[in-house]
C-alpha cells in the first residue's frame, strides 16, 4: 500500500502509524514516501502532484521506490 503525503509533507508519518496494523494483519507493506520540495530551485511544493516536473517522471520514481522495497525484503505482495 502506497500512501503519499500532501503539500505539508507532515501526514506521512500519520499514515505510517494508521496503517500499520492494516498492513500487519493483511500481509502488506506500506510506503509512505516523501517527496522533496523546490528540487528545480524554484521552491515548488507540490511538483510530484503533477507527476512530471521538469525532466522528473515522479510516477518512475515511485515505482523505483517500491521496486526497492521489494528487493529489500524479498517478499512477493502481490
Not at 509512505?32 to 521538469?54: H, N, Q, T, W
Request: glycine share 10%; aromatic share 14%.
Amino acid at each position: 500500500l502506497v500512501a503519499v503525503h500532501g503539500t505539508g509533507r507532515t501526514s506521512f508519518l500519520g499514515f505510517r502509524d494508521a496503517f500499520a496494523e492494516f498492513g500487519r494483519w493483511n500481509d502488506c507493506a506500506i510506503l509512505c514516501p516523501v517527496f522533496p520540495m523546490g528540487v528545480l530551485g524554484d521552491d515548488a511544493r507540490s511538483g510530484y502532484k503533477y507527476m512530471i516536473e521538469g525532466d522528473i517522471r515522479y510516477d518512475q520514481v515511485l515505482l523505483a521506490m517500491i521496486e526497492e522495497v521489494v528487493a529489500k525484503y524479498r517478499q512477493d505482495w502481490t
